[in-house]
């Protein structure tokens, strides 16, 4: 890790985004080798795909979950489902550093007791990007989202309450987290195309943990 990389996690303030949202720069730094480690154990068993948009297109970005329901796309729409539609089986369990991991940077958001259900693992290749949207798939939005960057340096979109509304832009780094919820909650996000700046730890890939809940 470069020295610029540990000072950001050690130095950084919060960045406000919104009355309800902010990054915590560096506040996954703690439990990094756990996240890790976990990641590895959850892409051996629910693998990385890239799954189809209702438009019908490929989406840049391949993606797994875990936890009692994972976010699944395809041709019909968007759903959580149970059981990971690829082996038929439950998808692996919500390790203990990731629920540790949000209901700490939840809490110091300012959202209390938050419990995900759900965890979406998307790995971003140079290049891949995640279009403005919002997330809205969920049963009740009064839970707040946890987003966890890792790897590769990303370019984060965050827009208003309509699509059009021109989005404001801010780095996401290598255990940076993103906590928006309340009257944030709803807001257009994405993340621009990726650049291919190799990430010492992880190499040519970004991966985001979005956790949520959903059920
Ligand atoms: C998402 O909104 O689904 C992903 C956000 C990110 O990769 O930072
Ligand atoms: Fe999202």
């Known amino acids: 890790m470069s020295t610029q990389d540990l000072f950001h996690g050690a130095l ?16 996954a ?11 590895e154990e959850i892409q051996a068993q629910a693998l990385f795909r890239q ?14 979950s875990c936890g009692e329901l994972g976010w699944v796309s395809s041709e019909h729409g968007y759903r959580y489902s ?22 700490a940077a939840a809490s110091e958001a300012g959202f209390a ?9 998307n790995r971003y290749p140079p290049g891949a990007r995640m279009g403005l949207h919002q997330d809205r798939d969920e049963r009740d939005f009064s839970a707040p989202i946890v987003s966890v960057s890792l790897g590769m340096t990303a370019t984060f979109l965050f827009g208003g309450h309509r ?27 994405g993340v ?24």
Do not use: K
């Open 12 to 27: 950084a303030q919060p960045v406000v985004m919104g009355p309800q949202a902010v990054i915590l720069p560096g506040f």
């Open 29 to 39: 730094v703690p439990w990094m080798d756990r996240l890790l480690v976990a990641v």
């Open 51 to 64: 799954m189809s948009t209702p438009g019908g297109r490929r989406m840049s970005v391949s993606t797994t």
């Open 82 to 103: 149970p059981v990971d539609p690829h082996s038929g089986r439950p998808w692996p369990g919500l390790p203990e550093a990731f629920l540790e991991l949000a209901r």
């Open 113 to 121: 007791d938050f419990h995900p259900d759900t965890c979406l693992i």
């Open 163 to 189: 699509r059009s509304d021109r989005p404001a832009r801010a780095r996401l780094y290598h255990g940076d987290v993103v906590v928006w919820g309340g009257e944030d909650r709803l807001r257009y996000h």
């Open 192 to 215: 621009a195309p990726l650049l291919d700046a190799p990430h010492a730890l992880l190499g040519r890939q970004r991966i985001n943990l979005t956790l949520r809940r959903a059920g």
